[in-house]
């Protein structure tokens, strides 16, 4: 298997308020539907073994909660 690298950024897993600034791209729920579906679609994309390049603004929670979402996330970050 090929090892693929991504580059992203902007992610703001829990951040509720991108839900109206962002309506178009984040049609979802609530945050924590935003946040399981960003999850669910990242690990269809991103495998064990990629790299993924996160250029900032990946969480607006607090921190033992933002690195349980890496955590949870596909591949090297």
Known sequence: MTQKTFITSDLHFGHGNMLKFNPETR????????????????????????????????AFLHANKATAIARSLNGRK
């Open 27 to 58: 049609q979802f729920r609530d945050a924590d539907h935003m946040n399981a579906m960003m999850i669910t679609e990242w690990n269809e994309t991103v495998g064990p073994e990629d790299l993924t390049y996160i250029l900032g603004d990946f």
